[in-house]
């Protein structure tokens, strides 16, 4: 879908340590599902059991997860939205991101340095929450300039514009971010077009040391990254970047032990991927045959044509039908004839809006 993830903090919070373990988990010698098309971007597959079992089931010649992105996005210090140390770069970076994952230290360490002399994640959080704010408040400040003459000749488009504006410098000046505003569609048309860093979705990232990995509610940093998402309604994901470097390293069998050792089910970095995708409102269905079962990302409510569009443009220009099926229906099932039988698999239109977990074979005719 060319949708990414990038991934901010301050300096030290482990941010680093952390697309480290993304890019390490792609090396070609390891049998980890990750690879790095850039120095700065790491292609990660999405963690999906539905695969598994599909796998399990048809029995494929081959298997092939669907992705996602992260970006690695300059560290930021205070001051970055005037250019303070590379900020330029950092904003820029983040203009051309669809989500923010945003690092934060919640682990004490003598031995790395917090650039603001002690661990502190909320002070962390706000200090670039503002940069990003104060970003966006030069931006409205040089566009209402210009919109504010034309609406006041009554020019119907600079109306509604100058009150978009006017209602985005108000929130910005109340330290609060662009995402914080209830927009109609109409308006959220005008907010698309400035470009703006604070309305991207966020999910915070809360990097623990390893004692904390098996039961990070102990840890009172998390606690308080916990309560300051809860009212950005934002999602918090708890993870030991120096682990999952380790982890990374490790083939599957040797992952499993390794979590088993630690206690824990799945790698926070497979949590991370989950949580950007479902934050971006992606969604995944496949397609399942002898030669090869598939998953796809698409757009939640993105309906079949243009769904088919995403294996080839072909298959959304000469649409026919979508014969589809649910995860849950196949599964139950237990074969495709199974669940054709039992009425699961059904003939959908153009108008078909796909679910996530579908299974789909597209008719089509060019």
């Known amino acids: 879908m060319g949708l990414t ?63 996602f992105e992260f970006t690695d996005i300059a ?4 001051g970055a939205s005037k250019g303070e140390g590379l900020g330029n770069k950092f904003l820029s970076h983040i203009r051309q991101v669809d989500a923010i994952c945003h690092v934060v230290r919640c682990f004490a360490d003598s031995d790395i340095t917090h650039v603001a002399g002690k661990v502190d994640p909320i002070a962390d959080i706000e200090t670039i929450n ?53 927009f109609t569609d109409e308006q959220m048309k005008i907010v698309k077009g400035l470009h703006l860093l604070t309305i991207k979705p966020v999910l915070y990232v809360a990097n623990v040391g390893e004692e904390d990995v098996a039961d990070p509610s102990a840890n009172p940093f998390v606690q308080q990254v916990r309560e300051f998402a809860q009212q950005d309604n934002a999602e918090v994901i ?40 479902n934050l971006l409102g992606l969604a995944t269905y496949f397609t399942a045959g002898v030669q090869e079962v598939r998953a796809w990302t698409f757009r ?8 088919a569009g995403i294996i080839h443009s072909d298959f959304e220009r000469g649409f026919i039908r979508a014969e589809t099926v649910s995860y849950d ?5 237990g074969s495709m004839a199974a669940a054709r039988e039992a009425g699961k698999v059904r003939l959908e239109g153009k108008d078909y809006e796909v679910q996530d977990g579908d299974i789909i074979h597209f008719r089509f005719n060019v």
């Open 130 to 182: 503002l940069e990003l704010i104060l970003a966006d408040l030069e931006t409205v400040d040089k566009r209402i300039g210009r919109v504010e003459k034309m609406a006041k000749s009554k020019d119907k488009n600079a109306m509604a514009e100058y009150e978009v504006l006017v209602k985005l410098k108000e929130t910005f000046e109340a330290n609060k971010p662009a995402r914080t505003i209830e």
């Open 238 to 277: 708890v993870v030991c970047a120096k682990i999952e470097a380790e982890i990374a390293e490790l083939d599957d069998e040797e992952k499993a032990m390794f979590l088993q050792e630690l206690g824990i089910e799945e790698s926070g970095l497979d949590q991370l991927i989950r949580a950007a995708y």
């Open 329 to 333: 229906d196949l599964v139950s099932a």
């Open 300 to 307: 939640k409510g993105m309906k079949a044509p243009e769904c």
């Open 5 to 67: 993830a990038g991934i901010v903090g301050l300096p030290n919070v482990g941010k680093s340590t952390l697309f480290n373990a993304i890019t390490k988990a792609g090396a070609e010698s390891a049998n980890y599902p990750f690879c790095t098309i850039d120095p700065n971007v790491g292609v990660v597959e999405v963690p999906d059991h539905r695969l598994n079992k599909l796998t399990e089931l048809v029995q494929p010649k081959k298997t092939v997860p669907t992705t």
């Open 75 to 78: 560290g930021i210090v205070k």
